[in-house]
């Protein structure tokens, strides 16, 4: 049988205990950008079983029919993004709403058989719950939008 | 080994040494996964590479080793060159066990390089940081085939690592919770948020069994709690676990359409992968020459004798 020398044991238990010592650092002090390494965080957050949950959700407008705004997928295969990735950045949606008109644009790339975008809003859904469990109701907010400059305005 | 006690159980149980046909049946599945996963699984990736580069936010990993934010070109390099390094990974490691060093380290270059283009752009996924370790210790092995008998301690330090960041996978997770929601995390409503946000439609009943979802979360956090306990166990009862971990995950899978696919294949380190193979091998054979063989059976058994994974 193939035993290891010294030397090889070493340098992998080396190994293994920087592996171990990043994976720990990941949790306890970490955040996503520490990848692959980073905290193992999915669904870690509280929901208060009085609260709301926020799903966050895009509607868009197209030439033929500016006056009417639509729900489109927020989906990689729509427009480069899926929705987890916009909601991370909603801070630089809000300070800069132009930034709508590069989905606007890869949407055009992805899918250029459909009728291009010239208008996007970003609308946070909020379901009420009460006692953890939903009471039915929603509130629409929009906390962005964006119009195609030379579309107008609706 | 000349180790003082403690080391010596320690080097032991970090180098038990494993049948090499275990570690070249855990190569070929971890490679042909990689496959799916670059072509069906995983491809947000490759969609950043339509995205504008504004939406890029460089992760650590990408900080220091200067990667740049995603094209059309790059992600399509990625994409079919790590495709193609597994398949011939995969193919020469079930027919002779032939340079897995070279490939497994240009599937490993090209699968992570690809998740992080997937991850750059504001979500990480959590489940794949047993994969990361699999596909960068895999070539610290090297010649393995299907059937080869040869024990190996390098072969055993690689699954006994992807087992440990297996496991670490849920114990971790319970950690997270209790560091980012909370020790009342498991009284929130998460698991309603789950539910609402990507219940299935035929699990939405569950929204209207609040305590269900409730008790689910006190069970979920136990068990990821109490994860560690599977390298003290008998090797009976670590299989018995492993499969109910497969049962819990198949359940979200079915409520809240969330799988954690690499994961389930780095479960699999915890198996005699080597013993299913030969087994599949011999019904498959018992099945061909059916017919044309009387007194046949005793070539298609698995070697039980040889094969049994190290105890914990």
Redesign the interface.
Same mark, same amino acid.
């Given at each position: 049988m193939p035993r290891l020398t010294r030397a090889q044991r070493g340098w992998r238990a080396v190994l293994a205990l920087t592996f171990a010592v990043v994976f720990l650092g990941g949790t306890t002090i970490g955040d996503d950008h520490w990848w692959p390494f980073s905290p193992w965080r999915m669904y870690a957050t509280s929901t208060g079983p009085n609260t709301a949950v926020a799903s966050t959700l895009i509607e868009i407008r197209t030439a033929a029919d500016p006056a009417t705004w639509v729900p489109a997928p927020l989906t990689p295969a729509n427009v480069g993004l899926n929705r987890a990735e916009v909601e991370g950045r909603l801070d630089l949606i809000k300070g800069d709403p132009s930034v709508l008109g590069t989905l606007a644009a890869s949407h055009g790339r992805l899918r250029p058989e459909q009728e291009p975008w010239i208008g996007i809003r970003v609308v946070i859904r909020r379901f009420l719950l009460k006692d953890g469990a939903l009471t039915g109701e929603s509130r629409d907010e929009t906390v962005a939008e964006w119009t195609s400059r030379g579309a107008g305005a609706s | &080994?000349d180790e003082p006690g403690g080391g010596r159980v320690m080097?032991s149980w970090? +180098?038990p $040494?494993v049948p090499l046909g275990r570690i070249a049946v855990f190569r070929t599945v971890t490679y042909l996964f990689v496959v799916l996963d670059v072509l069906w699984l995983h491809?947000?990736g490759?969609?950043?590479?339509? $995205?504008?580069p =504004? !939406?890029y936010q460089p992760? @650590?990993?990408g900080e220091v080793l200067h990667l740049p934010a995603a094209t059309v070109v790059l992600v399509n390099v990625l994409k079919w060159g790590t495709v193609a390094a597994a398949l011939v990974a995969a193919a020469l490691v079930a027919a002779v066990g032939r340079l897995p060093r070279l490939t497994g380290a240009l599937v490993a270059a090209g699968w992570?390089w690809y998740?992080?283009v997937a +991850?750059a752009? #504001?979500? =990480?996924?959590?489940?794949?940081?047993d994969f /990361? @370790?699999a596909l960068l210790l895999l070539p610290?092995v090297g010649s393995a085939w299907w059937g080869d008998r040869? %024990?190996?301690?390098?072969a055993g +330090?690689v699954l006994r690592?992807v087992q440990? /960041?297996a496991i670490?996978?849920y114990f971790?997770?319970a !950690? $997270?919770?209790v %560091? +980012? #929601?909370?020790w009342?995390?498991v009284?929130?409503?998460? &698991? /309603?948020?789950?539910v609402? %946000?990507r219940g299935t439609p035929w699990m939405r009943w569950l929204?209207?069994v609040?305590w269900l979802?409730?008790a689910t979360q006190w069970g979920l956090f136990i068990a990821e709690m109490t994860s560690p306990v599977i390298f003290f166990v008998p090797e009976r009862i670590r299989r018995w676990i492993v499969y109910g971990w497969f049962a819990f995950h198949a359940m979200t899978y079915a409520s809240i359409s @969330?799988a954690f696919w690499p994961h389930l294949v780095m479960m699999l380190a915890f198996l005699p992968l080597e013993e299913y193979a030969a087994s599949l091998r011999g019904s498959w054979g018992a099945w061909r020459t059916r017919g044309s063989r009387r007194e046949g059976g005793r070539g298609s058994r698995p070697p039980t004798d040889r094969s049994r994974p190290q105890a914990g």
């Open positions: - | &080994m080097t970090l +180098f $040494a491809t947000s490759w969609y950043h590479g339509y $995205a504008d =504004v !939406w992760l @650590i990993v992570i998740q992080y +991850f752009y #504001g979500k =990480v996924d959590h489940d794949r940081g /990361v @370790i610290t040869r %024990r190996s301690e390098a +330090f690592c440990v /960041v670490a996978t971790l997770s !950690w $997270a919770k %560091r +980012f #929601g909370g009342d995390w009284n929130s409503a998460t &698991m /309603v948020r789950a609402v %946000r929204l209207d609040p979802l409730h @969330i």
